[in-house]
């Protein structure tokens, strides 16, 4: 089996991982013309890091990353503590990963290494003008054709291979939100010479402060060499503008009354970029014969419960999983008296099928990510008022794992989203799948 990867961020690649350790020829084709990650830091909750453990990978993200042993929510006016969270030890005991933040860059180093170690093909400056679903191949704008057992769509929001399985272009809209994206170096923080920001660079800790209609995230990256700030603020961008180059001065008027702590930190940046933050409606199919979506191609969210990137590392777990699953099946069916296929084109249809499957198995799971994210956004958001104090009142109590949450209800929704083995998870979908098509034949 061949599997044709459209993209190589992060999702595109875990895709890659998966596939090489089953055994399946890949192909990775990514437009630009040098492999590069932009972004600044990113969170990887359990669920992401339990991938990174299944690969092999967890010892080189704890080695480029931190675990966060704490987790702060603060008042946006005056810094004021609302809750505290510990993590450290009790998020591994209790969803068997830890909780990592991690530079962008190196995140997608990891993967990219591994990926190219295991044997996946990368080609650079490739890019994809058209898909065709029956004959399974791909059609490069240098007029080269490529074809593949399956081809995978990893390629964001703006994707390609998108167009070919809902034979209609469906485009990104809006959410109504932007973010700033800034970094620091401690060197830079400790120029301040305020206790409250060296404070808060000591800690390994997310720390957030919530307030009308924003909220914005600070934590260390690479060891606490450098620090991540990410602001988040109603959308203000062109409707034709994705990302450009931010003013400083109107980022630093648009928190001119938040905490003082945080306007220091600000004062700092030298350098910022504002990025669109946009969605698609929930789309009819993700997959169309062998070809198939993940990650932001298909479901992106609002990054408000740190699972973007988690969700499409499990797509790309998953699909590697499932399709190695088929092709152990069709080894063993072939060279024994099972008749669990014959020709190729059974093979082709039982492919189709397994793709089938992971979207059942994916959808319902990235459908109430992207909603949690939403609902997030209404919480962070509260302008003040009675339900902003309910709120604050109801957070002092809350927690992710059960040893720190008194509301039981945030804990037992969290372990539904960190909690869940994912590969297990596919691996019985499979049997079961595989049940029903030997006792139909």
């Excluded at 990113?42 to 669920?47: D, L």
């Excluded at 603020?233 to 009354?257: C, F, H, W």
């Excluded at 945080?262 to 698609?280: A, D, E, N, P, R």
């Excluded at 499932?322 to 296929?341: M, N, P």
């Amino acid at each position: 089996m061949k599997v044709l990867i459209v993209g190589a961020g992060l999702g595109g690649l875990a895709c890659a991982i998966a596939c090489r350790r089953e055994g399946i020829d890949v192909e990775i084709l990514e437009r630009s013309p040098e492999i590069r990650e932009i972004g600044a830091g990113i969170q990887v909750p359990p669920n992401g890091t339990r991938i990174m453990r299944d690969f092999g990978l967890l010892p080189q993200m704890l080695e480029k990353g931190t675990q966060v042993q704490e987790v702060h929510f603060r008042r946006y006016k005056d810094g004021r503590l609302l809750r505290t969270m510990l993590f450290g030890d009790d998020i591994t005991e209790q969803f068997g990963a830890p909780w990592i933040v991690i530079h962008r860059v190196d995140y997608h180093r990891i993967l990219y290494d591994e990926a190219i170690r295991l044997g996946a093909v990368l080609r650079l400056g490739a890019e994809v003008t058209s898909i065709s679903v029956e004959e399974q191949t791909a059609l490069l704008a240098d007029g080269t054709m490529i074809r593949a057992d399956v081809i995978i769509g990893a390629d964001g929001q703006m994707s390609s291979v998108r167009t070919a399985v809902l034979e209609v272009p469906v485009s990104p809209t809006p959410t109504g939100d932007m973010a700033y994206r800034a970094t620091f170096s401690r060197e830079q923080l400790e120029a301040l010479g305020d206790d409250d920001v060296d404070e808060l660079c000591r800690k390994i800790a997310v720390t957030s402060w919530l307030g009308p209609d924003k909220h914005t995230i600070f934590y260390p990256v690479r060891g606490g060499k450098e620090f991540n700030l990410v602001l988040l603020r109603p959308d203000n961008l062109s409707t034709d503008v994705r990302k450009e180059q931010g003013d400083i001065d109107e980022m630093r008027e648009s928190y001119a009354e938040w905490d003082k702590t945080l306007q220091k930190m600000i004062s700092c940046v030298s350098l910022v970029y504002k990025w669109k933050l946009t969605h698609l409606p929930e789309l009819q199919s993700w997959t169309k014969g062998s070809v198939a979506l993940l990650g932001d191609a298909c479901h992106p969210t609002l990054p408000y419960q740190a699972q973007g990137a988690a969700m499409a590392v499990e797509d790309g777990a998953v699909i590697g999983k499932l399709l190695g699953s088929l092709q152990t099946q069709i080894f063993k069916s072939s060279s024994s008296d099972e008749r669990f296929l014959s020709t190729r084109s059974a093979t082709q249809e039982l492919t189709a099928q397994v793709l089938a499957l992971y979207e059942k198995n994916r959808k319902e799971r990235t459908t109430r990510n992207v909603q949690g994210a939403i609902k997030n956004r209404q919480l962070f958001h509260m302008h003040d008022g009675i339900l902003q104090k309910i709120r604050d009142f109801v957070l002092g109590y809350a927690g992710v794992t059960w040893k720190n949450d008194w509301t039981w209800l945030s804990s037992f929704r969290q372990s539904q989203t960190l909690g869940l083995d994912v590969l297990e998870d596919c691996g019985k979908a499979f049997e079961d799948w595989k049940l029903s098509i030997e006792q139909a034949t």
